[in-house]
């Protein structure tokens, strides 16, 4: 491999783009109000998630800045680009600057409330990196949060509205998979754990378990609520969904509990094909109801 290649595939390596997958978020509004027919409907929320992804990547790159010292002493994290020493901080920071203000430029020629949504989760992702990463629990609230951001920014980029209970299910989602993440990283680096992240000195294994189990209840309960009145003049056939929702969610516990996953959940998504299908077979499902069904 070239020199010029190596290079490329560390800064790719850099931006995360197995991380990508979490701005998919982007695309619920499209699906969830009937556009997804619609071609230009379709390329807003292309170009929408083609900004979250870049930045996500900035925010990626100045954290990993930030972080070095701490993901070196992480039996993962000390593999990144810049916690290795393949990349310089300031350089780092430069790219993340230059990504940053391009996303920008794009999301106000998309509209000034996608601009505001993405300007939002700078902000948002910039006071978690300084500040409320460290704090307990309101840094799991936090991260959820961001992903309740990528959600509303799909709708606001069509300008079309988005069920309340959509967000709710999604902040819940996401709280239950950054729960399952400190989860991992206190169950691994135990002892090593607070010099890692400031924020798990106040947590235990036990009490991340019963935060898991709170929040995978929510989560079905807040679901199943959103089926039965997604659309109160048809039938709720959405409520079919629901087993495969409950199901996706105990195989993730499985996987957090009995199987030691966790840590990355894009790859426990990826990687085990149970979760995979049920996914799969959720979307699938849901998209023949909504298009194919009583409208």
Not at 62 to 91: E, F, Q, S, V, W
Not at 152 to 161: I, K
Not at 195 to 221: G, Q
Request: aromatic share 10%; with cysteine; net charge positive.
């Amino acid at each position: 491999m070239g020199s010029s290649s190596k290079t490329l595939l560390i800064w790719l390596t850099a931006l995360r783009p197995r991380q990508w997958i979490k701005n998919g978020l982007v695309f619920v509004g499209l699906v969830f109000s009937l556009n997804l027919t619609n071609p230009p409907a379709v390329w807003r929320a292309v170009v929408a998630f083609a900004v979250l992804c870049a930045l996500a990547s900035s925010a990626y790159l100045i954290n990993d800045a930030a972080d070095a010292p701490r993901d070196r002493l992480h039996p993962l994290k000390a593999r990144r680009p810049i916690a290795a020493g393949l990349i310089a901080p300031a350089t780092a920071v430069r790219v993340a600057g230059a990504l940053l203000l391009g996303a920008l430029a794009v999301a106000a020629a998309l509209g000034w409330g996608f601009f505001l949504v993405g300007l939002s989760y700078i902000v948002l992702t910039a006071v978690y990196t300084l500040w409320l990463k460290h704090v307990t629990i309101v840094d799991l609230f936090t991260v959820a949060t961001g992903f309740v951001l990528r959600a509303a920014a799909g709708a606001v980029v069509l300008q079309v509205l988005i069920s309340p209970w959509l967000l709710l299910c999604t902040f819940l989602g996401a709280l239950f998979i950054v729960t399952a993440k400190r989860r991992h990283e206190l169950a691994t680096l135990e002892d090593g754990a607070m010099a890692h992240r400031a924020s798990l000195s106040a947590m235990s294994v036990p009490f991340l378990d019963e935060m898991m189990l709170i929040t995978a209840a929510c989560s079905i309960v807040v679901y199943s609520l959103y089926t039965f009145s997604e659309r109160p003049d048809r039938p709720p056939l959405l409520m079919l969904t629901i087993p495969l929702v409950i199901y996706g969610i105990f195989r993730y516990l499985y996987l957090v509990r009995v199987g030691g996953l966790g840590g990355s959940p894009e790859e426990a998504l990826l990687g085990d094909r149970p979760l995979l299908i049920t996914v799969a077979l959720w979307a699938t499902l849901s998209a023949a109801i909504l298009y194919l069904g009583p409208r």
